[in-house]
């Protein structure tokens, strides 16, 4: 079966340190993937995204992410917190269901927290 | 822009009750879905309806839960009855189009709590 795997469920950081937030997804086809962000009391909101074209893809609030197919993996990078990041992010992969509809399969989630 | 707004934020209900939640998506988008979320753990999606067409509902527990988007705008999301084990929250989102490549906005969800 399709899964995400979010290998850290929390990661805590001092502001103005990098960040990475790993994500790895399963599937022998084409996927496309993506990075949500939630913070508290709100709903989930996108940062970035992968379709296709550059593996590296750059997102809201200076967040980046590289698509590596060989290794399977999606990790998400900030080369310098602040404390306003301090939220829950989720790496989702699309995933073709029944009725041939596709659907995002979500990871569990990583809480990063920044601290001063 | 308003958000995709939902109601109501909490709920708390004892088992064997029936809840409803409400959810409005952003205006002109065609694409709406219910995610079940516990805790620690990632959104699963339960319906997504294409206008008023339920296209994905195969996750949906379809013995106690139902749904409807009539108009294909305002949406529904019903339990009953109510099990301890549905406690959890339940997002909304919309996208503007079909297909799934679009980004998804989400509501602030609906917490509710079975006792």
């Known amino acids: 079966a399709q899964s995400v795997t979010q290998l850290d469920s929390q990661v805590p950081v001092f502001e103005e340190a990098p960040v990475e937030l790993r994500c790895n997804y399963s599937?022998?086809?084409?996927?496309?993937l993506f990075w949500y962000v939630q913070y508290p009391n709100q709903g989930l909101q996108l940062l970035l995204k992968?379709?296709?074209?550059?593996?590296l893809v750059k997102g809201i609030n200076g967040f980046e992410a590289e698509f590596n197919k060989s290794q399977t993996s999606f990790h998400l990078r900030k080369p310098s917190v602040h404390i306003s990041d301090t939220a829950e992010y989720f790496c989702?992969?699309?995933?073709?269901?029944?009725?041939?509809?596709?659907?995002?399969?979500f990871g569990t989630g990583t809480r990063l927290q920044v601290f001063p | 822009e308003a958000g995709v707004v939902q109601s109501p934020r909490y709920k708390i209900i004892e088992k064997k009750q029936p809840v409803a939640f409400w959810c409005n998506p952003i205006?002109?988008?065609?694409?709406l879905y219910w995610y079940l979320q516990n805790l620690g753990q990632g959104p699963e999606l339960l319906i997504r309806?294409?206008?008023?067409?339920?296209?994905?509902d195969s996750q949906l527990p379809k013995d106690r839960f139902s749904a409807e988007r009539l108009k294909g705008v305002d949406s529904t999301l019903k339990i009953q009855p109510a099990e301890l084990g549905d406690s959890a929250v339940y997002l909304c989102?919309?996208?503007?189009?079909?297909?799934?490549?679009?980004?998804?906005?989400f509501g602030p969800g609906t917490r509710l709590t079975v006792t």
């Open positions: 989102a919309s996208s503007l189009g079909l297909y799934i490549n679009e980004e998804q906005y």
């Open positions: 599937s022998s086809v084409s996927v496309y």
């Open positions: 992968y379709l296709s074209g550059s593996t």
């Open positions: 989702a992969v699309t995933l073709r269901g029944s009725y041939n509809t596709d659907k995002l399969i």
């Open positions: 205006s002109g988008h065609n694409t």
């Open positions: 309806y294409e206008n008023e067409e339920a296209v994905d």
